[in-house]
């Protein structure tokens, strides 16, 4: 269920999409989903057998306002056709309802929680867990999520990167851009790569504005290599459009979080 090149809002997009109640979700919960920066999904309990199918799936969002938000997924091929169909719920009970009305082999219900009518397959070893205790852990791993990407395959390009390199250090207005001492190695840069770490937009002391990070990295004389995080955004007071230019990903990503939770 998890590709780790989705971005969250194709991951929601997706989720929404597919899920044949997303029209009950409450305007309130898709209205917040709007902002989120994150996501983490996990599989929470899953059984097959007799040509039965289901599985619930826990999805944690963190939003641009701190606060994380989860939905559950049930998957089942309880229909006339035995198509997969997916459902959607904001709470652990509102899938627990669902699940217990599923058949299972013999025409019994169950409820694929433990503590249910005679869990069996992988439910027992997928124990249930409370959403609320779980808050923690769920931001723990979106926090994660936040700063670490997957590797990706670097294809550079030499085509005047020293001077790439010169305009993305002088377009920077952060008082934590790197200094001469990176300006420097980077004037021996022979070939370069940009690549789009993150993109979204949210809502900023009432005001839409938008986020995007990228990689600069760039291959020098001597074999090695040096990337450069750059943060565009609207989050300023008139609206305007800034760069703010890093040495880590970790810091631009914290950067941006901070630019987001500002009211």
């Given at each position: 269920m998890s590709d780790p090149y989705e971005t969250t809002e194709e991951h929601l997009e997706g989720l929404l999409g597919r899920a044949l109640?997303?029209?009950d979700l409450p305007d309130t919960i898709v209205e917040r989903l709007e902002s989120a920066l994150a996501h983490s999904t996990s599989l929470h309990s899953s059984h097959?057998?007799?040509g039965l199918h289901r599985e619930t799936f826990k999805h944690a969002f963190l939003l641009s306002d701190g606060s994380s938000l989860v939905l559950w997924e049930l998957?089942?091929?309880a229909t006339r056709d035995g198509s997969t169909q997916h459902e959607l719920y904001t709470e652990a009970d509102g899938v627990r309802l669902a699940v217990s009305r599923l058949p299972r082999p013999g025409g019994t219900g169950g409820s694929?929680?433990?503590g249910g009518d005679g869990a069996t397959g992988l439910d027992a070893?997928?124990?249930?867990?409370?959403?609320?205790?779980?808050?923690?852990?769920?931001?723990?791993?979106?926090?994660?999520?936040?700063?670490?990407?997957?590797?990706a395959r670097r294809i550079f390009i030499p085509d005047n990167s020293a001077d790439h390199a010169?305009?993305?250090?002088?377009?920077?207005?952060?008082?934590?851009?790197?200094?001469?001492?990176?300006?420097?190695?980077?004037?021996?840069?022979?070939?370069?790569?940009i690549t789009q770490a993150f993109g979204r937009q949210c809502s900023v002391e009432g005001r839409d504005a938008g986020f995007t990070l990228y990689e600069h990295a760039f291959l020098l004389r001597d074999g090695s290599e040096v990337s450069l995080w750059e943060v565009e955004h609207t989050a300023t007071p008139d609206?305007?459009?800034?760069c703010e230019v890093y040495e880590t990903e970790r810091t631009a990503r914290e950067a941006m979080e901070l630019r987001a939770r500002v009211r």
């Amino acid at each position: 269920m998890s590709d780790p090149y989705e971005t969250t809002e194709e991951h929601l997009e997706g989720l929404l999409g597919r899920a044949l109640n997303s029209f009950d979700l409450p305007d309130t919960i898709v209205e917040r989903l709007e902002s989120a920066l994150a996501h983490s999904t996990s599989l929470h309990s899953s059984h097959h057998s007799a040509g039965l199918h289901r599985e619930t799936f826990k999805h944690a969002f963190l939003l641009s306002d701190g606060s994380s938000l989860v939905l559950w997924e049930l998957a089942h091929n309880a229909t006339r056709d035995g198509s997969t169909q997916h459902e959607l719920y904001t709470e652990a009970d509102g899938v627990r309802l669902a699940v217990s009305r599923l058949p299972r082999p013999g025409g019994t219900g169950g409820s694929g929680f433990p503590g249910g009518d005679g869990a069996t397959g992988l439910d027992a070893g997928c124990p249930d867990r409370d959403p609320d205790t779980d808050l923690d852990a769920d931001l723990e791993i979106l926090a994660a999520l936040m700063a670490v990407r997957p590797p990706a395959r670097r294809i550079f390009i030499p085509d005047n990167s020293a001077d790439h390199a010169r305009r993305v250090l002088r377009r920077a207005e952060n008082a934590g851009r790197p200094g001469r001492d990176t300006a420097l190695r980077l004037s021996d840069a022979v070939a370069h790569q940009i690549t789009q770490a993150f993109g979204r937009q949210c809502s900023v002391e009432g005001r839409d504005a938008g986020f995007t990070l990228y990689e600069h990295a760039f291959l020098l004389r001597d074999g090695s290599e040096v990337s450069l995080w750059e943060v565009e955004h609207t989050a300023t007071p008139d609206g305007r459009h800034m760069c703010e230019v890093y040495e880590t990903e970790r810091t631009a990503r914290e950067a941006m979080e901070l630019r987001a939770r500002v009211r």
